[in-house]
Each structure stands twice: as C-alpha cells, then as structure tokens.
C-alpha cells in the first residue's frame, strides 16, 4: 500500500503487475529519470507470487535490490492478487487512491498482450488507464480513502518488447539509454527465483539485441521505445527533430570517420 507519509508530488510513477515487469519494459528509463534528478517511484500491484520459483519473501527482497540497482529511490506494492488480476471497481478504486496519494505528473505503465505469459500483463495496462480515470471523480472520496480528487496530466506505454501484436501509436519515441543500460542489467539480475542462468542468458541476449536494435537507428548504442495515447506535441522543431544523434546507415564521406553510437 502507499503509506500516508508518502512523498507527493512526484514526477514519474512506473505501474507493472509484477516485480521484475518494470525492469524489463522501462528499467534504464527509470534509472536515467532518477539520474537527471527527477522524483521516481516504481508501483508494482502484486506481489508476484504464486510461482512455481519464488516466495512472497523472496520476491519483496528481489524487488528491493532491483529498486537499489536503479538507484529508484521508492518503490510500493498494492498486494492485489497475482494471477487473478482484473480491471474491477475494486481494483480501480486502490490505485485511483495511489495516484491521488502520489500526484505524480507522468504514469509509465507496461503495455501489450503476452498470450504465452501473464494475462495480469494487459489487464495491468487496463487497470492504470481505467485508475487514471477514476482518480479525478468529484463526490466519491468515501471510495479512495477520503483522498482529494487528482488528474494526472501524462500517461506513458511501455511497450512489451514480446508483444502479441503490432501497434499504430499517436505518438511514439526511442528514448536514449546507453549511458544506463548496465544498471536495467543489474536490476534483471536481481530476480535470481525467477531467471537461473539459463533463463537469465536468454533474457538479457534477447533484451541487449532488441534495446540495441531500437536505438540503433537513432545513433544510440541502446534505446527504449515509449508510447502515448495521442500525438507527441512539441514547441521546439530543431530539439525535436535532432533528438537522435544519427541514422545507424548514414552515408561516410571521404576521410570522415563515422558517428559514433552512445
């Protein structure tokens, strides 16, 4: 649950079902936020378990060394139920209470369809776009621990790299990690219950050539895709249109050396 002590307002909170889901999906953003000195809080609405690897006690101190390894430096858990998580009243009730707690100007949530994982994966991102909404209702603060009604400004997808399907985002944009990536690295590891050495290889392979891949055709040696509801305003035409630092097949002329990646 989030304590009343809690800090508010934040500038970014990150909401994925599970412990080890916002490592995966938006982990070095994570870190880069926390190192340009914004306030970020990491929300996970279950405890993860029941695995076939891991304990509820496990996973509290997996996630902790995960939140560590970011350098994050808060981290909450709702303590829905795993496995049977639902976008329902009830459920959007307690995290519309998270958000009018923590008032955080922009909410990353994990989007996609995982057919051969977790249904909890979609009907998070459900959930987060449902509370978002939810959080704001006027005359029902009996429902959201007498909390003030709160409209949070942002919502931010982060997309599942293994997504069940192909997206046509309003708005969309490779976010330049290169600087951080060992730390999502590091923060994956932490969840030994959950990856052996194995399971862990794969992983990272599979995360290092997609995070890779991404950001490569914007000159990044490492890249993180993010996603909006609506088109990505601007009021800048030259930082925007320069965010990447290079096309990853720019031509090289005569006695110049190419641009570097990172």
Request: glycine share 8%; hydrophobic share 40%.
């Amino acid at each position: 649950m989030i304590p009343n002590e809690a800090p508010a307002p934040i500038d970014v909170l990150a909401v994925a079902p599970h412990p080890d889901d916002l490592e995966i999906t938006c982990g070095a953003a994570l870190a880069k936020l926390v190192k340009q000195g914004k306030t970020v809080a990491m929300l996970d609405l279950t405890s993860g378990e029941p695995t076939p690897r891991g304990t509820v006690e496990t996973r509290v101190k997996e996630a902790e060394a995960a939140r560590a390894a970011l350098g994050v430096p808060y981290r909450y858990n709702l303590n829905l139920p795993n496995r049977v998580l639902m976008d329902s009243p009830e459920n959007r009730f307690a995290l519309g209470t998270a958000f009018r707690k923590l008032r955080p100007q922009i909410v990353i949530v994990m989007a996609g369809r995982t057919p051969a994982a977790s249904p909890d994966h979609y009907q998070g991102q459900l959930l987060v776009e449902a509370s978002r909404f939810y959080s704001q209702l006027t005359k029902w603060d009996d429902r959201f621990a007498g909390t003030q009604p709160y409209r949070v400004p942002h919502l931010v997808y982060a997309t599942i790299p293994f997504d069940a399907e192909q997206h046509l985002w309003h708005g969309s944009f490779i976010l330049d990690v290169s600087d951080v990536y060992e730390k999502k690295i590091e923060a994956i590891r932490c969840y030994a219950s959950q990856f052996d050495d194995k399971r862990l290889k794969r992983l990272e392979h599979f995360l290092r050539a997609h995070n890779a891949a991404l950001g490569g055709r914007c000159g990044f040696l490492y890249g993180e895709h993010y996603a909006l509801p609506s088109p990505m305003g601007s009021n800048d035409f030259v930082n925007t249109v320069q965010g990447g630092a290079a096309s990853v097949a720019a031509v090289q002329l005569p006695g110049r050396d190419h641009l570097p990646l990172g």
